[in-house]
């Protein structure tokens, strides 16, 4: 497995993931902390790019960070610039899911010069934006699904006394069915894919928001796709179509009857969505 040096001059570890596509994309996994497998190649997406996955500290094969501070979002962000002068890219291309994409705006904001384009997929947006989520609507029209009901119910409940990994892992199953707009086969199987690393979770949060990230973002020149599912009860939809508009290039895409991971739900629509956005660049952005 590939890897390159950080800042602090650990050694971070990547996937690359060659399926026929040159053009290098840089794919960051949510969770938080959750082993990036989760993401296969998003529904193909090899067949057009190449996919540099990195393993975010604590997560894989990359090492628990030093301290908290390093872990955080913001921080790694430090990691990703390492990654892009060790691949040798002028600008970077980045595609983000769910909490991955504080990691690509924490990025986006502190490196503005030298993003060619993000793609952000079905990102938690409140803290963003000034407008109510509508996640209570979405969820109040599952009532009656007793398979939902209990997942939301250990959801709200939250990932007590689950203070090991094991416990955390199991919480996560239990509050999987909540993440997707149905609770088939293929989502059930998806959702036993990549563990989550409790402590690199709470590493990831353990550093405020900057009050002027919005602001900062909204500086961002670069084009900007985010991508919404339309019954997404984890993040709402209003919110994540009002990020889009917070970038100056900014543009929204809703995936009908999916959830939280759309890739996976209606693979053939994201498909749809995110191959045109990522046609106007060049193979190696610069």
């Known amino acids: 497995m590939p890897g390159y040096s950080s800042s602090d001059g650990s050694v971070l570890h990547y ?6 596509g040159t053009r290098p994309v840089i ?21 057009r790019c190449r996919l540099i996955v990195p393993h975010l500290r604590g997560v894989g ?28 890219l ?31 997929i079905t990102p938690p947006a409140a803290y963003l934006v000034n407008l109510p989520s509508d996640a209570g609507r979405l969820i109040e029209r599952r009532r009656g699904d007793a398979e939902f009901e209990a997942a939301f119910r250990t ?21 999987a069915p909540v993440g997707y ?14 563990r989550w690393s409790l402590s690199a979770a709470k590493a990831y949060f353990s ?18 796709l985010v991508i919404a599912g339309a019954e997404d009860c984890l993040t709402g939809l209003a919110p994540v179509i009002a990020l889009a508009r917070l970038f100056p290039l900014g543009k929204s895409a809703v995936i009908d009857k999916s959830g939280h991971y759309p ?20 193979f190696d952005p610069t």
């Open 15 to 20: 996937d690359d993931v060659r399926g026929g």
């Open 27 to 47: 794919l960051l996994a949510g969770g938080a902390a959750r082993h990036p497998s989760y993401l296969g190649d998003l529904a193909g997406l090899s067949d």
């Open 61 to 88: 094969r990359s090492a628990a960070p030093g301290s908290d501070e390093q872990g955080s979002f913001w921080r790694q962000a430090d990691d990703i610039e390492r990654l892009r002068v060790h691949l040798g």
């Open 90 to 120: 002028d600008h970077v291309l980045l595609v983000a899911h769910s909490a991955g994409t504080r990691l690509a705006m924490a990025y986006a904001a502190q490196f503005p010069h030298n993003v060619a384009g993000l793609v952000l």
């Open 155 to 175: 959801l709200e409940a939250g990932p007590q006394a689950r203070d090991h990994d094991d416990q955390f892992n199991a919480w996560q199953h239990e509050t």
């Open 181 to 194: 707009a149905k609770w088939g086969a293929t989502e059930q199987s998806h959702a036993t894919v990549g």
């Open 207 to 224: 550093v405020a928001v900057p009050p002027d990230l919005a602001a900062r973002l909204a500086e961002v020149k670069a084009p900007v």
């Open 263 to 282: 890739w996976v739900e209606q693979p053939a629509a994201f498909r749809d969505a995110i191959d045109p956005f990522l046609e106007q660049f060049p």
